[in-house]
């Protein structure tokens, strides 16, 4: 008795566990799906290298797809440097007081702030006070904003990972601390680095709240790539096809080949973020 | 016979809790002094403070005088990076860079602006018997090494600084017999040209390896001498009780 009660429970140990994996596979495979059936229609070479024309009711998307690469370059330009440096003093130099401990609890608050609250605080910061206007340069800056508390976090745990045996291999030899960081610690935690930073940079690449205020434009005539203009950007595109547009109903097709151009470009940033890892986990470095 | 390495009157705790308490020891030069006792008793620690690696913890407090020859060496106008060019260490876990095995005896050579030729490698590796081994291999990743070849790496990449002492931290705990008796042979080869201090939980390497034997217990030397005198006739009943496995 006490033996098929003991498998009866596990049973439904086993069961509850494969039925949430299941549900959540549905979804994605639903959602998946439903944008590469309505979306591969439009899906062309025309689609990818042509400007939106006739009210974006022909034509292609060339101008999102400029303006979600630059945007997402100038995210890196003004995320990646800060926010590594800043997990590199926090975990290497900083004393781990009571200070610190603030400043991190403060950084992954950060990260759960909604990301329409950057985009206003954005509006405020640097498209009125330091009168940038609304432009690409404004948006960069905001989702740089939005990706640094990230890029911290992780970095900070790459660099975390790294056991103290290999720092004082590097000390015992007469490396200096920086030498020992530079040399040492940061290649050994760059697999880790890098995956943060490709993760965060395609999320950064989705967001549409920060870049609504900004400067991403319902449209813009030519190529755009100006970074002190107002762009178009793939996430808002779509937003504004799908609720904004004048006929929504006849411009369905290009939103579909909208949504899933920029899921390709996420997953293809994702697909580095893997490559990475696996490469170095080849190389044992 | 010159007394290389050598603590007078040192103590160390980390915060509220005494690690050390008035150690005096002095290592002679061209011998290898074993330090023995058992888990906790800060061995480690004193093997530990020769070449500042309490540096890095910032609550650690050191008194005393702790001197490489004539050198002070917590003297504030000495460089640290000089003291650990001097005084080499070998860790309980080898330790290799995440780099090839030729890179893992230049880096310390590069820093140290010495000369990193393959000549200078060559006979690093040679002088920790790992050049047959590796010679066609250098540009492999030091990690795909057996460990105790790892070992011998980190020791070929103590020895490339030409330093004056090495000290080693249970370099052999995590090896098979056959690789330790290969270590320990090369540490006798060593002692020729360094100093050796070397922690050990291995009472029979002590006796193989070992010129001078220390004894410590609770933070405090409790005997010290000839290995021989300390294994065979000790003068201390505790010193008697651990060598023999009553406890430790």
């Known amino acids: 008795m006490q033996r098929k009660k003991f498998k009866l429970s596990s049973a439904v140990e086993w069961g509850t566990l494969l039925l949430s994996t299941g549900l959540v596979c549905f979804f994605l495979i639903v959602i998946l799906l439903e944008i590469i059936m309505k979306g591969s229609g439009s899906l062309s070479w025309n689609f990818i290298a042509d400007i939106p024309r006739e009210g974006m009711t022909k034509g292609g998307i060339l101008t999102p797809i400029i303006g979600t690469v630059l945007l997402t370059m100038l995210t890196a330009l003004f995320s990646i440097p800060f926010g590594v440096c800043c997990a590199i003093y926090l975990n ?194 | 016979m010159n007394i290389k390495l050598s603590a007078q009157n040192l103590n160390i705790s980390f915060g509220q809790k005494q690690v050390l308490k008035n150690i005096n020891v002095a290592f002679a030069e061209n011998e290898i002094t074993a330090l023995i006792g058992p888990s906790g008793c800060g061995k480690s620690t004193l093997l530990r403070s020769f070449n500042r690696m309490h540096d890095l913890s910032p609550d650690a407090k050191i008194s005393g005088n702790l001197k490489l020859e004539d050198l002070d060496l917590y003297d504030k106008t000495v460089p640290v990076t000089e003291i650990r060019k001097r005084i080499g260490m070998v860790f309980q876990k080898a330790n290799p860079f995440p780099k090839s095995i030729y890179e893992n005896i230049a880096y310390g050579l590069k820093i140290n602006n010495l000369p990193h030729g393959i000549d200078v490698i060559e006979k690093a590796l040679r002088e920790a018997f790992l050049w047959e081994e590796v010679k066609n291999d250098l540009k492999m990743p030091a990690t795909r090494l057996s460990g105790g070849q790892q070992q011998r790496l980190c020791i070929a990449r103590a020895v490339a600084l030409r330093p004056e002492v090495i000290l080693m931290d249970e370099p052999c705990s995590a090896l098979d017999p056959v690789s330790t008796l290969k ?56 010193t008697m009780n651990y060598i023999k496995g009553s406890f430790g």
Do not use: C
């Open chain 1, 92 to 285: 290497e130099y900083a004393e781990n007081n009571w200070l610190t401990r603030i400043i991190r609890a403060a950084i992954r608050n950060l990260s759960g702030v909604p990301s329409i609250i950057y985009g206003l605080f954005g509006l405020a910061l640097f498209v009125q006070a330091l009168q940038f206007g609304t432009s690409m340069l404004a948006a960069g800056m905001t989702l740089g904003l939005l990706s640094l508390p990230y890029i911290i976090t992780t970095t900070e745990e790459a660099l975390m990972r790294i056991p103290a045996s290999m720092r004082e291999a590097a000390l015992a030899v007469g490396a200096t601390k920086f030498e020992t960081i530079k040399d040492v610690v940061i290649p050994s935690a760059m697999p880790g680095i890098l995956t943060g930073v490709v993760l965060t940079l395609s999320r950064a690449a989705g967001e549409t709240a920060p870049i609504l205020f900004t400067g991403a434009a319902f449209y813009i005539n030519g190529v755009g790539g100006a970074v002190n203009n107002e762009f178009m950007a793939l996430p808002y595109h779509l937003y504004m096809l799908s609720t904004q547009h004048q006929s929504i109903e006849e411009v369905r097709p290009i939103a579909y080949g909208t949504a899933l151009v920029l899921i390709i470009v996420v997953f293809l940033m994702n697909l580095t973020a893997f490559y990475i890892r696996y490469k170095y986990r080849k190389n044992e470095y």
């Open chain 2, 183 to 238: 270590i320990e042979e090369l540490i006798m080869h060593l002692k020729k040209k360094y100093t050796i201090t070397i922690v050990t939980h291995n009472m029979q390497q002590a006796q193989r390896i070992a010129d001078k034997t220390v004894f410590l217990y609770l933070g405090e030397v409790k005997e010290e001498g000839p290995t021989s005198q300390i294994f065979n006739n000790p003068k201390e009943e505790m």
